[in-house]
C-alpha cells in the first residue's frame, strides 16, 4: 500500500474521533452535529477506498467499506484528489479546480453542505474572539454604514457600542504641516450618529423573527396580487417558506423560463464583504439566472452623465480624484467654496465625521469660505462663511455668470487653457453671447438664480486668479445635491469648466471639501465592497481586478442578459416594457446605447425577488410601486428583510434576516472599492474590521448567507454556493487571506482584537496631488482605477482619456450625441428645469422641493424600526405620540400658510401626499423646502382629500422624469409641490 | 493635589457643536435596556431626554447664525436636587450627582426641583432620572464619559479638576454657567453662548454703477450708535459689502447705523433694536 494511501486512510479513521473532540470543546460544533441525523460516505471513484460515517443523535461512528445508499457522499479522482481536499489549510486554488472539473463528485446536496459546515466548525473549534471586560462582559468589534465600532456584550445582549480608541500599539496616525501649524488626527474612529443607533435598531420592535407569509396569498389558489400592502402576515415555519420560495423558483423556470425572475436590492445595506447584495446575493442570483436591476449612479448623476465627458473619469463615475488634496489645500487654499456640499450633515460617504476635524483646521487657518446652497446647512452653520441661497436647479445659470465675469476681467488661466484644454474659444463665445445673442452677465443669472448680480462679481472676483478648492457636493469630489436634478448634468459640467478656466490642478487649485486625500497607504490590499465579496461575479463587481486574482473562487455568472432598469420598474411591470440607458463605465461612449426590457425572445418578470424594502424611500416617483406591486402579472414577490418597513409590507411571503452584529463578516471602513475606488480615503486611519458576530440571531433570523444557502442547498446548488459548505467564518478567513493582511498581523490576533489599522505611507512617499501632473504637462503620477488603456488617445497616461486628450470645454462625445438628444448639447447651455420656477406646474404647486441625503441615517437604515434616532428633532419631530418626517420651511411661506412651529403639514403634488411636521426658520429662503430623502416608513391612509402617506415618503412626490432623454438619471430635486396645514382627518374603511 | 479633591467637569464649546446627534445616541445606548446598581434604571425605549440638543437661530437673509446648545444634568456643587432629596440624591467625591434608582422612586417632586429641567420622570418605573456622568464606567476605569468619546469636534471635553482651576480656566477660555441666575455651581460650563442672550446688526452695502449695475461696496466705515448713550462701535463692509456687529445686549433700545465711505458718502438708517437687524444700504 502506498504511502499516500495510508495517510487517506489514516485520516478517514481519525475523523470521527477529530469531529467529537471538537464537539466536546464547542458549542457551535454540537449544535451543528445534533442537528442532522445522516450517513456520509466518503471513497476513491474505483472503490479502492470507501468508508462511511453514521451520524446519529448528536455523535458519529465510522465504518469501513462502502454504504449501499448515503445521504451524502464524496467521490474523489483518485488518492492525490482526496489528500489534497482533505487537507486541513486546503490551497482553494486546488479545491476549486477538483470541484469545477468533477475530479470530485459531492453528491446529496442538503447532506453534504451540512457536512463541509460542520468540517468547517470542527476547524474553527476552540477560536477565540473579543477581548474580556472586568464586568463580565466581551469587547467585540463591527463594522457599519457609518464607522467601525466596539460592542459590549454581557449574558447574550448587546450591552453598548461605541467608537474604537485606538491604542499606542496601532499604527501612528500621520502628521501634516500647514503655515507653520503642524496638524493630527484625532486616534479614534469619528462614526456618524447612526452607528451608536445599531443597538435600538437591533432590539427594534419592528425586527422581523420568523418567516411570515400573506395571510390570503395561497401558491396553489388565489394569490390576491391586490392586496398587497393592505392585508396581514400569518407566522410560517422555515420549512414551509423555503419550500415556497425554491417552490415558486422552479415554478418559474418551468413556467415561464429565462427572465422571470427579478432580484432587486437596495444601493446599501447592512456592511461587509460576505453577506453585502454584491457579494452573496450576486452569488445567489447568478446560480439562479436572474432579471437584474439597472442602476444609474444616483447619487453622482450629473457626473455621470455630464462633467464626465470633459475629462474622463469614467471609472470614477466622472467625479473628480482626490489624492493629495489635504495637505494641499491646507498649505495653499486661500478659500473653500461649498458648492451643493454639506458633508456635515452627508458625512461624505460612509466617513462618520472623520474628516470635519480637517474642516476646522481650515477655519483655524483662516481659510475664507462660500456656501451655495438653497439651504444655510449644518456645513454653513459650523464653519460660518458667506452664504449664497441660489435656487434650486439654477446653480449652472450661476456658475455661468461666474465664467463670464472671470472672461470679462481676464482673470482665468489663460496658459493652462492654451496648455492643457480644447474648445475654450467655443465655450468664451457662448459665455459672451456671441452664439445665441444673450451674454450670461450677472444680471441675466439674477433673474433665474434669485442671486443678486452683485453678489456674483464679488464671488468671481474674490474666485478668480486666486488659490480656491471647489467643494462640489457632498464628498467635494460629486455626491448628492445639485447633480440630482433636472439640470444636474448641466451643473456637474459647469463645476469641472470652472475649475479648467482656474488652472485645476495647481497648488491650491483643486476640488475638494477636505473630506478626502489623507496621507494613508493606498497600496494596502484589503478588499472593498465593489470588489464583488463572494459573489464570483467578474461581469458585475470589480472582482476582475483584485479580488478574482487574489481569492481563488468559484466563478459565477448569469446566465439571464435581461435587465430591467431600477427607476422604471413600475412601467417595466405594468405596461410590460421600457428602457433604459446603461451604466457602462468602461468608455464616455458605455452610457450611450439605450437597452430594452423585456429583452428579445426572454420572458417578462413574474416574480420579485426583494432583498430589503426602501424603494418607497428612495425612489423618484415611487407613488408608482404600489400599482406595481398589486399587478397581477407579478405572481409572486418574496421579501428578504430585517424589519418590518416600507415596501417589505407588500411581500407575499417574508424572510427574516439579522443584522451585522449577529453573524460573521470581515471588511474595511468606508471601502467601497469599484467605481467607488479609494473612497476610503475620506478616513483618518484605514481601519480593517473583523465583524464578529456578537450576539445569536434574534427569534428565527439567519444571515442572508445562510438564507441564499438553505434555498439553494433545496435547488441542489448550496454545495456549488458554498463551495462544499464553507460557513461565514470561513470565508472571513479567506477575504483574511487573500489581502494584505497576511504578515502584518496574525489571523488569531486579528480575531481577538478585530481590527488593524494601516500604517500611513512614510513622509518621503507621500502621494502625488491630484491632477498636478496635468497641470504640468507630466504622465499621470495618481492612481488609476483600473487600467484601461484603450481609452487614452495617445501613449497610456499621458493627457487625459477624451478624444482630443484635453480637457474638451466642448465634449466631442456629447457633439456626436446633440443630435440625438438636443437638451444635452455639446456647449453646455442653460436650459432651465422642467420643472422649476416657470414651468407650467409652478402655478399651482409653487414650492420647490429640495431631498438630499439625510444627515441621521444612511437612506433608510436608521430611520423608522423604532430607532434611537427618532428622537433627534432635527431627523423626526414627535407631535401627537408621532414621529413625522420634517420639513423645513421659511417664516414667510409659513405665515402664508397660517402655520406655526411643528404643525402638521400636508406636502402634495398631481403625484401624492405626504404628511410631515414643519420647522420653521429662516434657514431656508422663500419658494423652497427642504427635506430628506431615504424615509424607511411607508403608512398611507384615506383622506377627504385622497390618500395620504403618514410615514414621510415624499419620493413618491418627486419626478420619475429622466434628466434628459438620454441621460438616464434620477431628478428628485427638481419637484414642485404645495403645502397646506393638515386637517387631520383619516377616514376609516368601511 | 490629590484627586480627591477633584470633581468632574463638562467643557462644553458651543461653537464646535453642529448637532451631529452622537452625544444624544450616546446616553440613549448607555442607559436603554441597561440596569446600572446605584446609578441609574433603564431610560425609557424612546421619548427621554436626558441629553439634547437645543437649538438657536439669529438673523435672517442671508446673514444668520446657528448656536447648539448641549442640555442636561448640570452636576451643580450646590444641586438643588441634593437638598431636596433628603437623601434620595446625593453627590459623589468626584462632584457627580446621583440619583438613586431606589431610594428616590415615587419622588416626582424632584424633577421640579431642578432648575434646569434636566430631572425627567419615568412613569413606568415611577422614577425621577438623568444623566449620572456615566458615573458606572468612569468607576471601571473610562477616561470620560460616552458623550465626550462620541463627540467628534470636542465640543464636548470632560476633566477633573479641582475649584480654583476650574474657576480660572473657565475665565480664561470664556466658559460660563448656562443660568447663572440659577446660582447652582454648576460643573457643566458653556462657552459661545452669548449668542443666546445677545443680538446682532448686519447689513450689506451696495452702491449703483449706472446702466443698472450694483456693486458690493468693500471697505465702507459702518457705525453703530446705540440709546443710552454707550460709545459707538465700528466696523467695516468686507468683499462682499457685508457687516456684522454682534453681541449686542442692549435689547428693545434704539439705535441709528451710518455708513461712510470716502467716495460715495453717507447714508443712514434709524431702528429699534428688538431682535437682529438686517439691513441693506445702497448709494
Excluded at chain 1, 366 to 384: C, R, S
Excluded at chain 2, 233 to 259: C, K, M
Excluded at chain 2, 263 to 273: K, P, R, T
Amino acid at each position: 500500500m502506498s504511502v499516500k494511501r495510508a495517510l487517506l486512510r489514516s485520516i478517514l479513521l481519525a475523523l470521527p474521533m477529530v469531529i467529537s473532540r471538537a464537539a466536546r470543546k464547542d458549542r457551535s460544533v454540537r449544535t451543528l452535529l445534533g442537528a442532522r441525523d445522516a450517513v456520509l460516505q466518503i471513497r476513491l471513484r474505483d472503490g479502492s477506498t470507501a468508508r462511511h460515517y453514521v451520524f446519529q443523535a448528536g455523535r458519529v461512528r465510522g465504518v469501513a467499506g462502502a454504504h449501499p445508499a448515503p445521504d451524502g457522499e464524496m467521490v474523489f479522482k483518485n488518492v492525490d484528489v482526496a489528500l489534497g481536499m482533505l487537507n486541513p489549510k486546503p490551497n482553494y486554488a486546488v479545491l476549486i479546480d477538483a470541484a469545477k472539473n468533477f475530479k470530485v463528485c459531492a453528491i446529496g446536496d442538503p447532506a453534504v453542505v451540512w457536512f463541509g459546515q460542520l468540517m468547517n466548525a470542527v476547524g474553527h473549534a476552540g477560536w477565540s474572539y473579543g477581548i474580556a471586560l472586568p464586568d463580565g462582559a466581551r469587547r467585540y468589534t463591527n463594522l457599519t454604514n457609518g464607522g467601525p465600532i466596539h460592542v459590549d456584550v454581557k449574558d447574550g445582549r448587546v450591552v453598548r457600542t461605541q467608537p474604537i480608541a485606538l491604542q499606542p500599539e496601532d499604527a501612528a496616525s500621520w502628521e501634516i504641516t500647514a503655515r507653520g501649524r503642524r496638524f493630527r488626527p484625532q486616534r479614534k474612529s469619528l462614526v456618524s450618529p447612526h452607528a451608536l443607533a445599531l443597538k435600538s435598531m437591533v432590539y427594534s420592535d419592528k425586527r422581523l423573527l420568523y418567516p411570515m407569509k400573506r395571510v390570503d396569498f395561497d401558491p396553489n389558489g388565489e394569490r390576491n396580487t391586490h392586496n398587497r400592502g393592505k392585508s396581514g402576515y400569518v407566522r410560517i415555519s422555515w420549512d414551509e417558506a423555503l419550500d415556497l420560495v425554491s417552490g415558486e423558483l422552479r415554478r418559474m423556470k418551468t413556467q415561464h423560463g429565462l427572465g422571470s425572475v427579478a432580484v432587486f436590492h437596495p444601493a446599501h445595506h447592512q456592511w461587509g464583504n460576505i453577506n453585502y447584495w454584491l457579494s452573496a446575493l450576486f452569488r445567489f442570483s447568478n446560480l439562479i439566472g436572474a432579471t437584474k436591476m439597472g442602476f444609474s449612479p444616483v447619487s453622482w448623476e450629473g457626473w455621470y452623465w455630464g462633467a464626465m465627458h470633459h475629462y474622463g473619469n469614467n471609472l470614477r463615475l466622472g467625479t473628480p480624484g482626490f489624492y493629495g488634496t489635504l495637505e494641499d489645500c491646507l498649505q495653499h487654499a486661500e478659500m473653500i467654496v461649498f458648492w451643493s456640499s454639506d458633508p456635515e450633515s452627508t458625512n461624505g460617504l460612509y466617513a462618520g465625521f472623520e474628516a470635519t476635524q480637517r474642516r476646522l483646521w481650515a477655519k483655524e487657518l483662516g481659510i475664507e469660505f462660500v456656501h451655495i446652497d438653497p439651504h444655510f446647512n449644518k456645513t454653513a452653520q459650523l464653519l460660518g462663511g458667506k452664504w449664497i441661497p441660489v435656487r434650486p436647479g439654477t446653480d449652472p445659470a450661476l456658475a455661468q455668470a461666474i465664467m463670464y465675469q472671470w472672461v470679462i476681467d481676464g482673470q482665468y488661466d489663460r496658459d493652462y487653457i492654451e496648455r492643457c484644454t480644447a474648445g475654450f474659444d467655443e465655450w468664451r463665445d457662448h459665455l459672451l453671447g456671441v452664439d445665441d445673442g444673450v451674454p450670461k452677465t450677472p444680471e441675466w443669472q439674477e433673474a433665474h438664480t434669485g442671486i443678486p448680480a452683485k453678489d456674483v462679481r464679488s464671488l468671481a472676483r474674490r474666485w478668480g486668479g486666486r488659490k480656491v478648492y471647489l467643494g462640489a457636493g457632498g464628498l467635494g469630489a460629486g455626491f448628492g445635491g445639485a447633480c440630482r436634478s433636472a439640470t444636474g448634468d448641466q451643473w456637474a459640467r459647469c463645476m469641472v469648466q470652472l475649475m479648467a478656466m482656474q488652472g485645476w490642478g495647481k497648488p491650491g487649485v483643486n476640488f475638494g471639501n477636505l473630506q478626502f486625500g489623507t496621507p494613508m497607504d493606498l497600496n494596502f490590499y484589503f478588499p472593498g465592497y465593489a470588489d464583488g465579496g463572494i459573489s464570483g461575479d467578474v461581469i458585475n463587481t470589480a472582482s476582475s481586478f483584485h479580488n478574482f486574482n487574489r481569492m481563488p473562487h468559484v466563478v459565477t455568472m448569469n446566465p439571464c442578459k435581461q435587465v430591467l432598469p431600477r427607476q422604471h420598474f413600475p412601467e417595466a411591470i405594468i405596461d410590460g416594457r421600457c428602457s433604459g440607458q446603461p451604466w457602462d463605465g468602461t468608455s464616455l461612449e458605455g452610457q450611450f446605447p439605450r437597452y430594452e426590457y423585456p429583452l428579445a425572445g426572454h420572458s417578462r418578470v413574474h416574480m420579485l425577488y426583494r432583498y430589503g424594502g426602501s424603494s418607497l424611500g428612495t425612489i423618484a416617483h415611487s407613488a408608482r410601486f404600489i400599482e406595481a406591486y398589486r399587478h397581477p402579472s407579478l405572481e409572486f414577490v418574496v421579501n428578504q428583510s430585517i424589519w418590518m418597513e416600507n415596501e417589505v409590507q407588500f411581500a407575499d411571503v417574508i424572510l427574516p434576516a439579522c443584522t451585522s452584529l449577529e453573524r460573521w463578516d470581515i471588511a474595511e471602513a468606508a471601502n467601497c472599492a469599484g467605481y467607488m475606488v479609494h473612497n476610503q480615503n475620506q478616513m483618518n486611519h484605514r481601519m480593517v474590521v473583523m465583524q464578529h458576530k456578537c450576539i445569536e440571531p434574534l427569534g428565527e433570523s439567519k444571515s442572508d448567507y445562510q438564507i441564499f444557502l438553505d434555498l439553494l442547498t433545496r435547488l441542489g446548488m448550496g454545495a456549488m454556493f458554498s463551495e462544499g459548505g464553507c460557513d461565514e467564518l470561513t470565508w472571513c478567513k479567506r477575504i483574511f487571506d487573500s489581502s494584505d493582511l497576511v504578515g502584518r498581523i496574525s489571523w488569531k490576533e486579528f480575531l481577538r482584537k478585530g481590527y488593524y489599522v494601516v500604517p500611513p505611507d512614510p513622509p518621503e512617499e507621500k502621494m502625488s496631488v491630484e491632477m498636478r501632473w496635468f497641470a504640468e504637462g507630466r504622465s499621470k503620477d495618481t492612481p488609476e482605477p483600473n487600467p484601461l488603456p484603450a481609452q487614452y488617445p495617445g501613449d497610456y497616461g499621458r493627457d487625459l482619456p477624451t478624444q482630443s486628450g484635453r480637457f474638451e470645454f466642448v465634449p466631442n462625445t456629447l457633439r456626436r450625441m446633440e443630435a440625438v438628444d438636443p437638451s444635452r448639447p455639446a456647449v453646455n447651455r442653460y436650459i432651465a428645469s422642467w420643472e422649476g420656477v416657470g414651468s407650467p406646474q409652478f402655478t399651482r404647486y409653487p414650492l420647490q422641493l429640495l431631498t438630499s441625503h439625510p444627515a441621521y441615517t444612511f437612506h433608510t437604515y436608521g430611520d423608522g424600526k423604532n430607532s434611537a434616532l427618532n428622537d433627534l428633532p432635527d431627523h423626526r419631530l414627535r407631535v401627537d405620540g408621532r414621529d413625522w418626517w420634517v420639513l423645513r420651511i421659511s417664516p414667510d411661506e409659513s405665515a402664508r400658510r397660517g402655520l406655526i412651529q411643528h404643525d402638521l403639514v400636508r406636502v402634495f403634488n398631481d403625484r401624492a401626499a405626504v404628511i410631515c411636521a414643519v420647522d420653521v426658520s429662516p434657514m431656508v429662503g422663500n419658494g423652497v423646502v427642504k427635506a430628506f430623502e431615504s424615509c424607511a416608513v411607508f403608512e398611507q391612509v384615506s383622506t377627504p382629500t385622497g390618500m395620504v402617506d403618514l410615514g414621510g415618503c415624499l419620493n413618491l412626490l418627486t419626478p420619475s422624469r429622466t434628466m434628459t432623454p438620454t441621460a438616464d438619471g434620477i431628478a428628485p430635486n427638481a419637484c414642485l409641490v404645495q403645502v397646506e396645514k393638515w386637517d387631520r382627518v383619516v377616514l376609516t374603511e368601511a | 493635589m490629590s484627586n480627591s479633591s477633584k470633581t468632574w467637569t463638562l467643557w462644553v464649546d458651543t461653537t464646535l457643536c453642529c448637532n451631529c446627534g452622537n452625544c444624544v445616541m450616546s446616553v440613549k445606548d448607555e442607559y436603554v435596556g441597561n440596569t446600572f446598581p446605584g446609578v441609574s434604571a433603564p431610560q425609557p425605549d424612546r421619548g427621554a431626554q436626558w441629553f439634547r440638543v437645543d437649538r438657536h437661530v439669529r438673523g435672517g437673509g442671508s446673514q444668520l447664525d446657528v448656536t447648539y446648545v448641549p442640555r442636561t444634568c448640570q452636576h451643580c456643587a450646590s444641586a438643588p436636587c441634593v437638598a431636596a432629596g433628603r437623601g434620595a440624591v446625593r453627590q459623589r467625591d468626584d462632584g457627580i450627582v446621583v440619583i438613586d434608582p431606589v431610594a428616590a422612586r415615587g419622588r416626582r417632586d424632584l424633577v421640579e426641583a431642578c432648575p434646569y429641567g434636566a430631572i425627567e420622570w419615568n412613569d413606568a418605573l415611577q422614577l425621577p432620572q438623568h444623566w449620572p456622568f456615566d458615573a458606572h464606567l468612569l468607576d471601571a476605569g473610562m477616561a470620560e464619559p460616552r458623550c465626550v468619546n462620541a463627540c467628534p469636534t470636542g465640543a464636548l471635553r470632560a476633566e477633573r479638576l479641582d475649584a480654583a482651576t476650574r474657576e480660572r480656566r473657565a475665565s480664561e477660555e470664556g466658559y460660563s454657567p448656562l443660568q447663572p441666575q440659577a446660582n447652582t455651581k454648576p460643573r457643566v460650563l458653556y462657552k459661545g453662548i452669548d449668542r443666546l442672550k445677545t443680538v446682532f446688526v448686519a447689513g450689506n452695502v451696495s452702491a449703483r454703477r449706472g446702466e443698472g449695475i450694483v456693486e458690493n461696496l468693500e471697505g465702507a466705515e459702518v457705525v453703530l450708535r446705540l440709546g443710552g448713550g454707550t460709545d459707538p462701535v465700528r466696523t467695516r463692509t468686507d468683499v462682499w459689502g457685508d457687516f456684522r456687529l454682534d453681541g449686542l445686549s442692549a435689547i428693545g433700545q434704539p439705535y441709528s447705523l451710518e455708513v461712510v465711505h470716502p467716495v460715495e458718502g453717507g447714508l443712514s438708517q434709524a431702528g429699534q433694536l428688538d431682535d437682529c437687524a438686517v439691513l441693506s444700504f445702497q448709494f
